[in-house]
């Protein structure tokens, strides 16, 4: 039982030891930060702002539903709408094609 504290007490220095070093960290200042990605536009000049991909509890589904229709690729199916009982889910293809699905009570139809 004292071997296991003892082996916990170092274990917790050690660790609390790497944030000692943060502060003589040094940027490199030759580093450059990445351009963020292109803004897109509609063809009325209005810009389109993209959706976060954020998983639902039906990509899977969806997944294989555009996986049955020749549909593969990418991240996976994304939900597009807020969760909840009805659900819409969007994977883009590879071929450029995007698939789109509707889930009800995990009830999930091509749309």
């Not at 502060?23 to 990605?37: I, K, Q």
Request: proline share 8%.
């Amino acid at each position: 039982m004292k071997r296991t504290l003892v082996v916990a007490g170092l274990f917790a220095v050690v660790l609390s030891g790497c944030s000692m070093f943060r502060d003589r960290m040094v940027a490199d200042p030759t580093a450059r930060a990445r351009p963020g990605p292109a803004q897109l536009f509609d063809p009325n000049g209005v810009p389109i702002e993209p959706v976060p991909f954020v998983a639902g509890v039906s990509s899977v589904t969806v997944e294989r539903l555009a996986s049955a229709q020749s549909c593969r690729g990418g991240e996976g199916a994304a939900l597009v709408t807020p969760v909840g009982p009805v659900e819409v889910y969007r994977m883009r293809c590879e071929d450029g094609r995007t698939f789109m699905a509707r889930c009800e009570l995990r009830q999930c139809k091509q749309m």
